[in-house]
């Protein structure tokens, strides 16, 4: 397709909105996973970031924060190995969240946690997360596909007045870019949205980090991760059948479930890339599986998520 952002072909708009403070919204999204403690294994976290851009809590966040509430009671010397989750409801982002943690293992190497999330009474989010102690062990991985350098492709800045147009709500453009704005995020090739009714290979690419440097503490980066990975993880089932998604109103979605196995040390402050693809939909969900990679070819994340995806009826 001629769509293709940072292409001659590629549409445009002059009057672009100004970018958010980056480093304001990465201290802001700092804040919302520093979870309080109000009990040994009961913590309390607000439900919005940013600017909603749905009416409900988004999932990315909602799993960083159970995970951090998993991490906090988990001895230092474990890192989180895999996490496997179920999203119950839609959360509500102007009520706070409750983490109840249940302490189901502490073996010699792994440590196993369970995560309820709580609002108005009723789970909405479920988490079972593993931590293990550094060892050595056989080591292969896959080759990290090709991909452009990330400093050559387009910000969400500049790449999502481009397709204004094409939103159902005027005012969506403003509101992804504040809140996906502690994060830069660059797809390698033209999101869903700029190509409706043209069905593609289902397979999509972005880079991200986050705007801006982290302390060192692993589990932060971790969490960080698992924040961005439901950002886009779908898009590949979308592109299969030439949907645009939710922004142009031609499928209604959400995610089912989460998993996530981290491989190797990253940081989630330096680029990562985001191989993504689809092998299924059938029965209004869709599948998407993915590997994230440092930007030196290291396997660091694999992902897997089904979602809910609907076409409205008329």
Not at 12 to 38: F, G, K, N, Q
Not at 201 to 222: C, I, M, N, Y
């Amino acid at each position: 397709m001629n769509d293709v952002p940072g292409s001659p072909d590629a549409p445009t708009t002059p009057d672009a909105p100004a970018a958010p403070d980056a480093p304001d919204a990465l201290s802001a999204l700092l804040d919302l996973l520093d979870l309080e403690r109000i009990e040994q294994d009961i913590f309390r976290g607000r439900g919005s970031s940013a600017s909603a851009v749905v009416p409900r809590v988004f999932g990315g966040q909602v799993a960083a924060q159970a995970l951090v509430a998993a991490g906090r009671t988990v001895p230092a010397d474990r890192t989180a190995h895999s996490l496997h989750a179920y999203f119950l409801r839609p959360g509500d982002p102007g009520a706070p969240i409750v983490y109840t943690v249940d302490r189901i293992r502490d073996g010699r190497s792994f440590t196993t946690r369970r995560v309820v999330a709580v609002q108005h009474g009723r789970p909405v989010f479920h988490l079972s997360a593993s931590f293990q102690t550094y060892e050595e062990g056989l080591d292969h991985q896959s080759e990290m596909p090709g991909a452009p350098d990330p400093e050559t492709l387009p910000t969400g800045a500049e790449l999502l007045p481009r397709y204004a147009d094409r939103f159902v709500h005027p005012g969506v453009v403003d509101r992804l870019l504040e809140a996906r704005a502690a994060v830069d995020l660059r797809y390698v090739d033209a999101p869903p949205y700029a190509g409706v009714g043209e069905p593609r290979e289902p397979r999509s690419q972005v880079w991200f980090r986050t705007a801006g440097k982290l302390s060192d503490d692993p589990l932060l980066h971790v969490c960080l991760a698992t924040y961005v990975s439901d950002m886009t993880l779908l898009d590949s089932v979308l592109l299969a059948h030439g949907r645009g998604g939710w922004t142009v109103g031609d499928v209604v979605g959400a995610s089912l479930d989460h998993a996530m196995w981290f491989h190797r040390p990253f940081r989630a402050d330096e680029w990562l890339l985001y191989d993504q693809q689809s092998p299924s939909s059938s029965g209004g969900r869709g599948l998407g599986q993915a590997r994230i990679f440092t930007r030196d070819g290291r396997l660091a994340i694999s992902v897997i998520q089904e979602g809910l995806i609907r076409v409205p009826r008329d």
